[in-house]
C-alpha cells in the first residue's frame, strides 16, 4: 500500500484498522505521539495560544504518569 498516495479519511481508516489490536499502553503512546506533533506544528505558528499549550503538555503528562503508575495499588499495596 503506497501511503502518500491515500487521502485524509482512507489514512484515518487504515490507522484505525492498524491500532484496534495494540494494547492500552501502546494506544497511549500512539496519542502521545499524536499530540506531540499537534504541540510541534503549534509552536511554528506565530502567536501561539499559551492555554492551549499548556493544556497539551498538560494531556501529555497525565498520560505519562498513568503509564508510570498503571497497577501500583496491586503492585505497591498499602499495609
Known amino acids: 500500500m503506497n501511503i502518500n498516495k491515500l487521502n485524509k479519511a482512507d489514512l484515518t481508516t487504515q490507522i484505525i484498522h492498524e491500532t484496534t489490536t495494540l494494547p492500552i499502553e501502546e494506544l497511549a503512546e ?20 499559551l492555554h492551549q499549550e499548556l493544556k497539551l503538555l498538560d494531556d501529555n503528562e497525565l498520560l505519562h504518569l498513568e503509564a508510570e503508575f498503571k497497577n501500583y495499588k496491586e503492585d505497591y499495596p498499602h499495609e
Open 30 to 49: 500512539v496519542l502521545n505521539f499524536v499530540q506531540f506533533l499537534k504541540f510541534k506544528k503549534a509552536k511554528t505558528k506565530p502567536y501561539n495560544d
